[in-house]
C-alpha cells in the first residue's frame, strides 16, 4: 500500500547506511551519535519510497522542477566557462559546478574540450540547498567514466520527473521493449531529460513519440498499448 506524505510528517526512514533522496531532510542533532537516530521529515508532498534494504528513501511527487540530489544521474547542457570548469543548465533552480578534473584520467594538461551547447551525462556529486549542486562525469566507486561524459549527435526529449524514474526502473517494460525493436542506445537523467541514438531518424522519432505516450503527464499508455501502437507506425 502507498503511504502518502505531506510537507513537515516524519517518516520512518532508518538504516545504517541511510541515504534520504529528494523530499526528505534528516533534522540535526548536537551530538554525532544522536545524529544517526536524528529524526526524517518530508519537505514536500508525495508518495514514499524505499529500496528494498530500506537503505534509500525517497519522496515521488509530482514536482515540475527538478530539485538536485546526491549519486542521482541527470543530463545537462553546457552554459559556459567558470574558472576550470563549466557551469551546466541541469532544470534545477540554480546552475551546476562541472570541475574539469572530474573527469576519469582528467588532469590539469589533460582536460575534455567543451564547448558552450555540449550535452552532458553527468552524476551530482554534491547537493544542498544553500549550494550550487555540483557535477562529476564518472562512477564514485570504480571512478571509471561507465557512461558519463559528453553525448554526441542523438536527440534529447523532456519528460516529467516520474517518467525518467520509471525507465530508471530495470523492470519497466518500455526500454527493452524498444531495444527489442531497435538498435538504440539512451542515457536517462533523474532531472526529466531523456538521450537516445539509433541508426535512422525515423526509430529515433518513434522511440521519442513511445516516451511521451508513455509518460504519465502524456498519457499513461500501457504496455499493450505501446506494442499496438508500434505495429501501426512504418518503420
Same mark, same amino acid.
Given at each position: ?13 532508518q ?5 534520504l533522496?529528494p #523530499?526528505?531532510l534528516?533534522l =540535526?542533532s548536537?551530538t554525532q551519535?544522536?545524529?544517526?537516530s ?5 519537505t514536500?508532498s508525495g ?5 528494498v534494504n530500506k537503505s534509500k528513501?525517497?519522496v515521488? /511527487?509530482?514536482s515540475?522542477?527538478y ?7 541527470v543530463? #545537462?547542457?553546457i552554459?559556459?566557462r567558470? /574558472?576550470e /570548469?563549466?557551469r551546466?543548465?541541469i532544470g ?8 574539469g578534473l572530474?573527469?576519469?584520467g ?6 575534455p &574540450? %567543451?564547448k558552450? /551547447? ?6 551530482v ?6 549550494m550550487?549542486?555540483e557535477?562529476? @562525469? *564518472?562512477?564514485a566507486q570504480?571512478? +571509471?567514466?561507465d557512461? *558519463? #561524459?559528453?553525448?554526441?549527435d542523438? *536527440?534529447v526529449l523532456? @519528460? =516529467? ?6 525507465? %530508471?526502473?530495470?523492470k519497466?517494460?518500455? %526500454?527493452?521493449?524498444?531495444g527489442?525493436?531497435f ?10 531529460k531523456?538521450?537516445? &541514438?539509433?541508426k535512422?531518424? +525515423?526509430h529515433?522519432i518513434?522511440?521519442?513519440r @513511445? ?5 504519465p503527464d502524456?498519457g499513461?499508455?500501457?504496455?499493450t498499448?505501446?506494442k499496438? *501502437? %508500434? ?5
Amino acid at each position: 500500500m502507498e503511504s502518502i506524505v505531506l510537507p513537515g510528517e516524519q517518516v520512518p526512514a532508518q538504516h545504517v547506511n541511510l541515504k534520504l533522496g529528494p #523530499g526528505l531532510l534528516q533534522l =540535526s542533532s548536537e551530538t554525532q551519535q544522536q545524529a544517526k537516530s536524528a529524526p526524517v521529515i518530508a519537505t514536500r508532498s508525495g508518495v514514499l519510497n524505499h529500496s528494498v534494504n530500506k537503505s534509500k528513501w525517497w519522496v515521488e /511527487g509530482n514536482s515540475r522542477r527538478y530539485v538536485p540530489a546526491p549519486q542521482e544521474s541527470v543530463i #545537462g547542457v553546457i552554459t559556459g566557462r567558470s /574558472g576550470e /570548469g563549466w557551469r551546466v543548465d541541469i532544470g534545477s533552480a540554480h546552475p551546476a559546478s562541472l570541475d574539469g578534473l572530474a573527469f576519469e584520467g582528467a588532469t590539469k594538461r589533460n582536460k575534455p &574540450s %567543451l564547448k558552450v /551547447g555540449s550535452l552532458l551525462y553527468a552524476r551530482v556529486s554534491l547537493a544542498h540547498k544553500d549550494m550550487e549542486p555540483e557535477l562529476e @562525469c *564518472f562512477d564514485a566507486q570504480t571512478h +571509471k567514466a561507465d557512461g *558519463f #561524459g559528453e553525448l554526441k549527435d542523438g *536527440f534529447v526529449l523532456q @519528460c =516529467s520527473l516520474q517518467m525518467s524514474r520509471l525507465l %530508471l526502473d530495470p523492470k519497466h517494460f518500455l %526500454l527493452p521493449l524498444l531495444g527489442s525493436r531497435f538498435a538504440l542506445e539512451a542515457a536517462v537523467g533523474m532531472n526529466g531529460k531523456v538521450w537516445v &541514438s539509433s541508426k535512422e531518424t +525515423k526509430h529515433t522519432i518513434a522511440i521519442a513519440r @513511445c516516451i511521451e505516450a508513455v509518460d504519465p503527464d502524456g498519457g499513461g499508455m500501457d504496455e499493450t498499448h505501446v506494442k499496438k *501502437f %508500434l505495429s501501426k507506425l512504418d518503420i
